[in-house]
Structure formats: structure tokens, C-alpha cells
């Protein structure tokens, strides 16, 4: 059984950095892809970021593009988001995820396909 806690969110000023971590539990995270998810208030639920289980081809949605990266360390058993140039559109909870991989991450963008293990979430509020 794979359970997954998010960490690091906080206050931060636009144009500052924040990483989050991930920490999972549960030896099928090895072989599982990873994301990381965003939800702002009165927003559904959008995708920022994913990877594979060996951590090739990282894929961002167009918000996220040259100012996130998304890693995983699978000695650690933890998955990361670094955000840089952060901009209060950027505020929203984030959710770490993981699941088999969908085959092509635009099938999570589109809700085709959805990860099957979810985080609890960690607030990001950026100030303008």
C-alpha cells in the first residue's frame, strides 16, 4: 500500500522559490509514476507536473514550463517540486500523486487517466 505526505509549502513573496517533498511509503512507489497536482480555491483540481518511475521525461503543463522541475529520488523514497519565479497564480494546495504510468501524461491532463494514490496536500499562498 502506497501512502504519500506532502511537505514544504508556506508564505512566500513573488518571484521566490519554494521545494516541495514528497515522502512516500510502500514498495510499489519505485514502479510508479509521479505527478504533482494544484488546486486554488473555487478551481477544479489541474495538473503541474509529472515523471516516470526511473525519472525520465519529465512533462509540465504550460504553466509550469521553465520555472518548475520535478524529480524523484527512489533511494530516498521521496519525489520533489522545486518552483522558482513563483507568481501568486501559483497559489493554490499541491498534491503529490502516483499511479501506473498513463501511458502519456497528457492522459492525466485531460483526466483520461488519473493516479491512483494521493497526498494530503500542502498550501502554497504567494503574495504579489
Known amino acids: 500500500q502506497v501512502q504519500l505526505v506532502e511537505s514544504g509549502g508556506g508564505l512566500v513573496q513573488a518571484g521566490g522559490s519554494l521545494r516541495l517533498s514528497c515522502a512516500a511509503s510502500?514498495?510499489?512507489?519505485?514502479?510508479?509514476?509521479m505527478g504533482w497536482f494544484r488546486q486554488a480555491p473555487g478551481k477544479e483540481r489541474e495538473f503541474v507536473a509529472g515523471i516516470g518511475w526511473r525519472g525520465g521525461s519529465p512533462y509540465y503543463a504550460d504553466s509550469a514550463k521553465g520555472r518548475f522541475t520535478i524529480s524523484r529520488d527512489n533511494a530516498k523514497d521521496t519525489a520533489y517540486l522545486q518552483m522558482n519565479s513563483l507568481k501568486p497564480e501559483d497559489t493554490a494546495v499541491y498534491y503529490c500523486?502516483?499511479?501506473?504510468?498513463?501511458?502519456?501524461?497528457?492522459?492525466?491532463?485531460?483526466?483520461?487517466?488519473?493516479?491512483?494514490?494521493w497526498g494530503q496536500g500542502t498550501l502554497v499562498t504567494v503574495s504579489s
Open positions: 500523486a502516483a499511479g501506473p504510468h498513463p501511458g502519456l501524461f497528457r492522459l492525466w491532463v485531460s483526466r483520461d487517466r488519473t493516479p491512483e494514490v
Open positions: 510502500g514498495r510499489t512507489f519505485r514502479t510508479y509514476a
